[in-house]
């Protein structure tokens, strides 16, 4: 379940023509590319973007990606995608999202997923983020953590 | 589960440098579009092109898709996909994935995942695959069937 | 060469992780997708929305599309597409583009191009806009008109 | 111009549904793709991976990509891409392409097209490749060189 209003991040989008397909909707895909920017646009509005982490020498590469896909997205539909921290631990991050047609409050959504993320060095190596970077890992439990860790909300 | 490689189908590719991203690996998402071309293939060596299913009014939306990655895939490794049906009901089909370097046998996956797919007709509205089309019903039931519904194995 | 600033409009994107490539910058055929985000906010722009041109039974596809790089795009970079209409014919219609840093006025582009396409009907074959779609026609010398068929400028 | 069989290399692919848009056929912004795995197989097969060069500090990337269509291509088509060095220089090196119907010999193409790429370090500036590795250099020459630098064939 999704945090409240103020522990989500909400990205807006608009379907691209090259993400439609012979279907005539968003290809289901692409949905994970529009996750990774509501993560990307939630970490950089908390002040840890994740572009810094990465020079930082800090990865998070995706171990597991999940969707439900309830309603069809087609071009030009503008989109909603909302974010959440749903799990952080010394070893991985996990996000919740859920995807609505822009402008929506209540409903349902088009779509919802989750992905979750390993913590890792350069190389791709498994770490514990607050070992090898404490100062990051306070940073992620002070920014994301306000609606992270809370199973059964 | 998978089911023995009888019924299971085989597809194999190389990662394209588009499909890498700044982490040096294949971006997550692709792994969804390798799926796709996984059962694309499966189906057509099975006499039941999805190509022609189109043509013949009916649909197969994904309306859920799973990936666990193990292991990172880099530019110009060879993959093979395996691909099984891993239910198939009146209303939905449900295929499993793993994705495996080129000619192993054995050792563990890059990739496992699953994707669930409504029938469908070209509106999008979820049909019951038996009553508009009992031909192709029989015919999926025929040609995937040996893998499918059987959990546990 | 563009149009005044009134005839051009311009499109803000950030850069997605899944649009970078192993080398670290953005991948060079996702610049055709910016292009077509560009074109299509355009288009929605003047009141002549691409996705309603569709429903009518006009399609424009792409016959030809060039594109020079001049500047990498990195991974959650702002950048602004800038796209007018550079040439109006009744077969035709040529986009020009150009991708700045966002904000930027002056200086040196990413990157620019330029992509043509077909009036076609719903079959992909040619037609000429101006006789199937006289209101379409006309409607696209009133709203792209003004940045077009003056080459030279 | 091409040139003859034994210069040119042919890489063979699938239109995955993916590829598609909602005008039902391959999205030209993959075409780019395509050619990007045909040039992959034709250094991979002369002995000179494009991966090897990328490990070795040497990175070519694109800085101007064009395509003309000629007839779409659709999901589940069988496609060749044939693929040619066009001309070799001490900074700049570029393909040509032309896209077939898979075991099509003679006929139109579906699609022509060119890339240009400079030789670049790993930070991306651009290098004079005979300079900072003429083992590369000359190998580049020795294996692509037959094909390239003769306009007018």
Known sequence: ???GE???GRTRLRVRYAETDQMGVAHHANYF???EMARTDLMRQRG???RDLEAGGIRLPVIEAWCRYRAPARYDDELEVEVWA???RPTRLTFGYRVWPAGARGGAPVAEGRTVHAFADV???PVRLERVRPDAWSQLQRVLGSGAGRPGR
Do not use: H, T
Request: glycine share 6%; aromatic share 16%; hydrophobic share 50%.
């Open 1 to 3: 379940m999704p945090p």
């Open 6 to 8: 103020a522990a989500a």
């Open 33 to 35: 590319s529009w996750f």
């Open 48 to 50: 840890l973007a994740y």
């Open 86 to 88: 749903e799990d952080l």
């Open 123 to 125: 190389r791709g190596r």
